[in-house]
């Protein structure tokens, strides 16, 4: 299978760690990650890259959208922009300069995933060479200094439990991780879980019954709470005799 390789340009460490994680789930390398137009130049002149993820903002010098506009004046390489900025002009700005895809933060990995497929028909790779990106069935939890493997189809439902913080709940263990219920939610295959209330993501596999007076759900383990926008929703995602 052909190797894929990108370059991240990142300035906030959270989410070029983030990003890192969710390239590497679809199978691509990330050859580099850096926070800067000078260090983003040297790596696109130097390595062998297939596409870059520039954030719009950087810290230090130039803007994502200048920087890509001095890697057209010497190189092709597709371009996925990321940004939390849905400014107009700053949008069309770095539309001239021919990138990919256009991805507004909090990124989803199944749209990340669409994107890298354009970059990939801007490659030259046969269809036999061509790599399938997937969504993992795993995810990886920090567990002191230690990445563990889970997979996802382990976890029966995730919860906030404070500012910042979530748990992910197993049939046997309890995780604490620093993340919003939103990065979870986009973490997490769609086609097995979802939200069921402003503090909950369920694992539609585990749901034992549902208690429609009380509006909870119930797993094996606690009682998850189905909030009331969230109830219609539910229903259509089961069947429902």
Known sequence: MVEIRALVVEDNPLH????????????????AVVDNALDALDCVYNDKLDFALLDIHL??????????????KRSNLPLIFISSDRDRDTFERAVLTRPEAYLYKPI???????AIELVLHRLHHTPDETPNLHIPSFLFVRVGNVLKKLAS????????????????????????????LTDLENLLPSKRFM???????????????????????????ESVPVGNAYKQNLYSRIRLL
């Not at 989803?108 to 669409?114: H, K, M, P, T, V």
């Not at 939200?195 to 009380?214: G, T, Y």
């Open 59 to 72: 810290a230090h010098g130039q803007s994502g959208v200048e920087l890509a506009e001095t890697i057209r």
């Open 153 to 180: 189809e382990e976890v029966v439902y995730v919860e906030v439990s404070s500012k910042n913080y979530c748990d992910i709940r197993t049939a046997h263990q309890r995780f604490s991780i620093k993340s919003s």
């Open 16 to 31: 070029a760690e983030r990003l890192e994680l969710l390239l590497e789930n679809l199978g691509v390398t990330v050859q």
């Open 108 to 114: 989803d990995q199944e749209n990340l995933a669409s």
């Open 195 to 221: 939200r069921v209330s402003r503090s909950h993501i369920v694992n539609l596999e585990k749901i034992i019954s549902i208690n429609e007076r009380d509006q909870t759900i119930e797993t094996g383990l």
